[in-house]
């Protein structure tokens, strides 16, 4: 029963376009939303958060939408440069303050 | 920098031996986390810390697995009598505050059980 559903395994994008990638989610509890980026041999670094209050948070090239009616959140990042290329986990906060994690979307950004 | 660090940061086995992997956390940080990672899925959370009480464990956290946090500083994750299953990455991170929700993770320790 996964809470937290990243569908899209993989995702190719040319440097300096936009990147997006998506994430749905079953519990309409959850109160948080993270996403976190992974780099070969690190552990996950925190990217940005949006709270279940709010339908948009930017920070520089990232932003995330929430849209809690269709249980969907996305992650923009524009323009995609080639340091962008990682790993992307949608995380979501559960009512015990505990994070449920998607399987990840790996980005690649083509130069 | 200080950062989360774990050690060791990789660990070979045989199957039916002990393993204890070392957490230590973001020296103000009062929460952390064990989580487990398989290929090709997200971190798997198996228990927290606040502080050195152990507050919640997952159901994936068997009765071969303990973790200790005795001070509330360091945190160390055995696994009793390794399973191939057990094969995996091992994820700590930490936290502030009681509701913190941007946790900060370690590199983690690969075990692999042969």
């Known amino acids: 029963d996964q809470q937290v559903k990243q569908n899209s395994p993989s995702l190719s994008v040319q440097e300096g376009r936009i990147s997006i990638l998506n994430c749905d989610y079953t519990?309409?509890?959850?109160?948080?939303f993270l996403w976190y980026k992974k780099y070969p041999a690190e552990g996950p670094t925190f990217l940005i958060s949006?709270?279940?209050i709010k339908d948009k948070n930017e920070d520089g090239r990232f932003t995330v939408f929430l849209n809690k009616s269709a249980k969907h959140l996305s992650l923009h990042i524009v323009p995609s440069q080639p340091g962008d290329s990682a790993v992307y986990f949608c995380?979501?906060?559960?009512?015990?303050?505990?994070?449920?994690w998607g399987a990840g979307t790996k980005l690649i950004i083509k130069p | 920098d200080t950062g989360v660090s774990q050690n060791p940061r990789h660990k070979i086995t045989k199957r039916g031996q002990n393993v204890t992997f070392r957490c230590d956390p973001i020296?103000?940080?009062?929460?952390l986390y064990w989580y487990r990672q398989t290929l090709g899925q997200g971190p798997e959370f198996l228990t927290y810390?606040?502080?050195?009480?152990?507050?919640?464990k997952s159901r994936l956290l068997s009765d071969r697995f303990s973790a200790e946090r005795p001070k509330g500083s360091f945190s160390t994750l055995e696994i009793q009598r390794t399973e191939q299953g057990d094969s995996a990455m091992y994820l700590c991170?930490?936290?502030?505050?009681?509701?913190?929700?941007?946790?900060?993770f370690g590199p983690g320790t690969r075990l692999t059980v042969t």
């Open positions: 949006i709270s279940s």
């Open positions: 810390f606040q502080n050195e009480a152990q507050l919640e």
């Open positions: 995380a979501a906060r559960d009512s015990n303050y505990q994070l449920i």
């Open positions: 020296s103000e940080h009062n929460r």
């Open positions: 519990n309409s509890m959850f109160d948080y």
């Open positions: 991170a930490s936290s502030s505050g009681p509701v913190s929700y941007e946790q900060y």
